[in-house]
């Protein structure tokens, strides 16, 4: 994975709340078909909705497939952790 995969990667994690039928595995790692500053630009564009979302609606709930029912609180915090594992991947964080 390179950054620009890792960016479009963690879009595609934001874009599926609520969470939806599971998803086949080229969703997840698709090829990168736009440039880096693009991808960029998409990963800031549905942040901003998830945190939009998340500070209008923190205790909305929706039916994950493995998890059972998820607040979108939780779902920030697992994002949170997803992000960060991406992020000490490629060195734009120090692991504590």
């Known amino acids: 994975m390179n950054a620009k995969l890792m ?3 963690l879009r ?3 874009e599926i709340w609520p969470p939806s039928r599971a998803r086949l595995p080229e969703y997840w790692l698709p090829p990168a078909e736009e440039t880096f500053s693009t991808e ?3 990963l800031v564009r ?3 909705r998830f945190v939009e979302s998340l500070e209008e609606q923190p205790d909305r709930k929706a039916v994950h497939t493995i998890l059972g029912p998820v607040t979108l609180r939780s ?3 697992a994002h949170g952790v997803h ?3 991406h992020f000490r991947q490629f060195r734009l964080v ?3």
């Open 7 to 9: 960016m479009r990667h």
């Open 12 to 14: 595609r994690a934001l």
């Open 40 to 42: 960029r630009d998409l």
């Open 46 to 48: 549905a942040l901003d």
């Open 75 to 77: 779902w920030s915090r």
């Open 83 to 85: 992000f960060r594992h």
């Open 94 to 96: 120090r692991r504590s």
